[in-house]
């Protein structure tokens, strides 16, 4: 089935771990995007990057680094996982177009992160 | 802070009655989208719109995008138990470049039967 896929579903972390949420699209999207969901917030954009080899920081991108290999693979670390990273994790892709236009972003299942 | 501010954060209304959610922005927006999440899933788009004063509608759904470019609402006329979840509208911040699309904090809808 076309879409993106998220992994882990879920995962308990112990404080100062290193841990990576990975994120693989089949759509050819050229951009992709992480964000964290917290109740009362919203979503609240960590990295997003516009085409394969090439990303960025967003709203709250400290303690989180990703990478863009490929264009299908967009996956998100955090190198010392702590408390605060505990969040549903959503990894989007889109089409990407010009002008400032993200166009249609679909969404992953979400990952369930809580760091212990 | 936010990039657009949303609101009511809740809402509670009894099946039938009908249901608003508004999306400011302090800057001019050069798109708005709306997006649906239901309990346990995922954000879903819905729609999005450009143009200034746009009107659209989808079914019971009707969205409006500000002449000034700088809010929009979601309008649900008769609302049912299937349209429980989150309403969420975003926004690209002004003069960004093209992937920064940010979230209001939503409008969680309840429906009571």
């Known amino acids: 089935i076309a879409g993106i896929t998220q992994a882990p579903t879920s995962q308990i972390l112990a404080a100062g771990r290193r841990m990576t949420l990975r994120c693989t699209q089949d759509m050819r999207h050229n951009a992709m995007y992480w964000y964290r969901q917290d109740l009362g917030l919203g979503l609240r954009l960590i990295h997003y990057s516009n085409t394969a080899g090439t990303t960025g920081k967003g709203e709250v991108p400290d303690g989180y680094s990703v990478s863009r290999a490929n264009t299908d693979d967009f996956p998100l670390t955090l190198a010392s996982a702590v408390p605060s990273q505990t969040s549903v994790y959503f990894c989007a892709s889109s089409t990407g177009l010009a002008g400032g236009n993200t166009g249609e972003l679909f969404f992953g299942e979400g990952s369930r992160l809580t760091v212990l | 802070g936010q990039q657009v501010m949303q609101i009511p954060q809740y809402q509670h209304v009894q099946e039938g009655e009908d249901f608003t959610t508004y999306c400011n922005s302090s800057t001019t927006l050069s798109n708005i989208q709306w997006y649906k999440q239901r309990p346990g899933g995922h954000p879903v788009f819905l729609i999005q719109?450009?143009?200034?004063?746009e009107v659209k509608k989808q079914k019971r759904l009707t969205f409006q995008f500000g002449e000034a470019k700088k809010n929009s609402s979601l309008h649900i006329t008769a609302t049912q138990t299937t349209d429980v979840g989150t309403y969420f509208c975003?926004?690209?911040?002004?003069?960004?470049?093209?992937?920064?699309?940010?979230f209001g904090r939503g409008t969680q809808l309840t429906v009571w039967p």
């Open positions: 975003a926004g690209p911040r002004r003069g960004s470049t093209l992937g920064r699309l940010y």
């Open positions: 719109l450009v143009k200034s004063g």
